[in-house]
């Protein structure tokens, strides 16, 4: 058996796994389990590298940090953070001559430490151990990934548009806002598929519901657009707010569908709408009718959305902010010494996505009352879901795109992931190279970053490589925050280099589809380290910016500022393509070995692996007008 799984304390049935496995007995296979604490640990050998935790900060080989599956509403992905907003709970460990999978299947709070504490020793807590625990045998990475995947079955495929390019804005007030960022790719011919719409589409933040005065008659707003080619994606969030009339709100409150607290009232916390309750995604009945409400926008034409907010992200709850206010009151009597005073302003720096305020509420999840904590990596995961079994049961017909922020292992069935509010900073390119494999090996083959970055100022020439790499994103996206520099590519200087660079995605998309679609068939990585391929060659253990990308193809993007090109490594002999657009590129054949290859702020490098062909399209203003018959093909013959 290649899967074996063992089984503490009274799992959850998370639906992470689709495969019945049956239950081994004793501890885990090469593992230690210390039943006091709950640890599981292993020692690693010197060689080991792990390889997989999805979503997460640092490199591509795990080791040497904490890592805590707790999915957080936090913008500040620096190298120190332990929690993001996903939780997948993968690990590959391989030597290079023995590999193995690890699978822990906890919605709760789980910690991977994989060389923090004791550099030699990879241990995993739970903070719950109901905890169904799986390891995963095989002879090869790629094998065990297969296999791993198995058990949680096939990945989402979104529709064939939605690996255009998108753009997207948090500051998209109004239908002319939109008609505007149109026009003004059309202008320049630079093509595009999708334009998202931010919180302002909605009456006052509130779900499924569309501002007449921002967006008259929106169907036909809808229809407009699409006409010229261009889907919306509109955003939906988890809370609903608590206003009278509002018919989510008033039907969920009736019907008992919001998260209860111990006293059985509703949750009163607080996001953009202000006031909001959570929906309990968790209980059946709650979630088929939350996913009957995005009714409201397919019918008026709508074919995509973002889950947002859906952690759940806690501005605050109105329990908390009443604690906190007692506190502050008491303060106010005391005479603050120095430690008094950091003791103040960490109450009131607590208030947003408080710990204690996931301890405080309830869902009936299979019937039981839950809280929240012990499920809480679901809740994405859940709203996800339940938007993809409505879209199933309701509009059958249609192919639905769909993306969440926060995920758990088996979400990937249902929508895809972004991964949340990332910075203008060249760090945070390196980083959306070195997660997507992560991200893969967990089933989220469509994914990807904001590009050009979230939050702070972009710069032109980050936005100009940002792209360069994005250009092999499944999910390709251009989206920034309220307040930041404006960063629609038509905004720039160098136009025709962002026009070019957008061309070559879509010259590429044939492509790209067809390695996407067949990862997603064979269980497979659309984006691979290269020590999955090349695992007999030692450099490539080390090797943490450099990407394959499906069968035929290895990337190495150029991620520092004021570089005009950058080292690569070859495992094996390569054709070297310099693409400056889709139809105008060099082409070399290199030597398998270290390489210092330039690439200025306009060229792409891709590489050619022997015996492989790369298809290229002539690009099209859309996906849906490119025409797959009339590909050339670039070939790098096995010398
Ligand atoms: O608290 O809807 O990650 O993409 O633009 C911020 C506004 C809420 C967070 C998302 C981001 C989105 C923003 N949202």
Redesign the pocket.
């Known amino acids: 058996m290649m899967i074996k799984k063992y089984v503490f304390g009274n799992p959850y049935e998370t639906g992470a796994t689709v495969l019945p496995v049956e239950p081994a007995g004793g501890i885990p296979e090469r593992f230690r389990f210390a039943a006091e604490t709950g640890t599981f640990s292993y020692t690693m050998k010197e060689k080991d590298l792990v390889f997989g935790l999805g979503e997460t900060v640092r490199g591509i080989n795990k080791r040497g940090w904490i890592y805590v599956s707790n999915n957080a509403?936090d913008?500040e992905h620096n190298e120190n953070r332990i929690s993001l907003?996903a939780s997948q709970n993968f690990l590959l460990v391989d030597d290079g001559t023995e590999c193995f999978g690890v699978f822990v299947d906890n919605p709760g709070s789980v910690t991977f430490d994989i060389g923090y504490t004791d550099p030699d020793v990879l241990s995993i807590h739970p903070e719950y151990n109901d905890t169904s625990f799986y390891v995963i045998e095989g002879e090869t990475p790629a094998g065990i990934v297969g296999t791993f995947r198995e058990l949680i079955g096939k990945s989402y495929v979104p529709p064939v548009w939605a690996f255009g390019y998108g753009q997207?804005?948090?500051g998209y007030k109004t239908a002319e806002d939109i008609r505007e960022v149109a026009a003004g790719y059309k202008a320049l011919g630079i093509p595009l598929d999708m334009i998202y719409m931010?919180?302002d589409y909605m009456q006052d933040f509130k779900d499924f519901t569309v501002n007449p005065e921002r967006f008259p008659e929106f169907a036909d707003f809808v229809r407009e657009m699409k006409a010229e080619g261009i889907r919306l994606i509109p955003?939906i969030?988890a809370g609903v707010k608590m206003e009278t009339g509002y018919d989510v709100y008033e039907e969920g409150k009736a019907k008992g569908y919001f998260c209860k607290k111990e006293n059985g009232e509703d949750l009163v916390a607080a996001?953009?709408p202000g006031k909001v309750h959570f929906p309990d995604f968790l209980n059946r009945e709650a979630s088929d009718w939350f996913g009957d409400k995005y009714q409201v926008l397919t019918d008026a034409g709508i074919e995509g959305f973002?889950n947002?907010?859906n952690e759940p992200?806690i501005?605050y709850t109105e329990d908390h902010l009443k604690e906190v206010f007692a506190q502050i009151k008491e303060f106010e009597q005391k005479e603050l010494d120095i430690w008094g005073f950091f003791e103040f302003k960490d109450v009131v720096g607590s208030i947003a996505n408080h710990p204690e305020d996931y301890r405080r509420f309830y869902h009936k999840f299979h019937g039981q009352k839950v809280r929240h904590d012990r499920v809480h990596n679901l809740y994405g995961f859940y709203m996800t879901k339940s938007a993809a079994e409505s879209f199933a049961r309701n509009c059958p017909e249609k192919k639905i795109l769909l993306f969440s922020?926060a995920s758990y292992t088996g979400m990937h069935r249902y929508g895809g992931v972004?991964t949340?509010?990332n910075c203008s900073r060249w760090s945070h390119l390196l980083m959306n190279i070195q997660m997507m494999p992560g991200l893969n090996m967990n089933g989220f083959l469509y994914s990807g970053a904001?590009i050009g970055g979230?939050g702070g100022n972009t710069t032109e020439d980050l936005m100009l490589r940002w792209v360069a790499f994005g250009i092999f994103t499944p999910l390709f996206r251009n989206?920034?925050?309220?307040g930041t520099r404006e960063q629609e590519l038509y905004r720039f200087e160098r136009k025709e280099d962002f026009k070019h660079l957008i061309e070559l995605r879509y010259a590429l998309i044939p492509y790209i589809y067809r390695e996407f679609l067949k990862a997603a068939e064979t269980n497979g990585m659309y984006m691979m380290p290269l020590w999955f391929a090349y695992r007999e060659d030692e450099r490539c253990r080390e090797v943490e910016d450099q990407l394959l990308v499906g069968d035929a193809l290895m990337i190495a993007p150029v991620y520092e500022q004021n570089k005009t090109g950058r080292y690569v490594y070859l495992p094996e002999s390569m054709r070297m393509l310099r693409f400056r657009a889709y139809n105008d590129y060099d082409s070399e054949v290199l030597p398998a070995g270290d390489h210092y290859v330039k690439a200025a702020l306009n060229e792409v490098l891709v590489f050619l692996r022997p015996g492989c062909e790369l298809p290229l399209a002539t690009p099209a203003r859309h996906v849906e007008q490119i025409d797959e018959k009339q590909l050339t093909r670039i070939i790098f013959a096995k010398p």
């Not at 989206?479 to 309220?482: F, I, K, M, T």
């Open positions: 509403d913008p907003y997207s804005r948090w931010d919180i955003i969030d996001v953009w973002w947002d907010m992200a501005f922020r972004w949340g509010d904001d979230f989206h920034s925050a309220l």
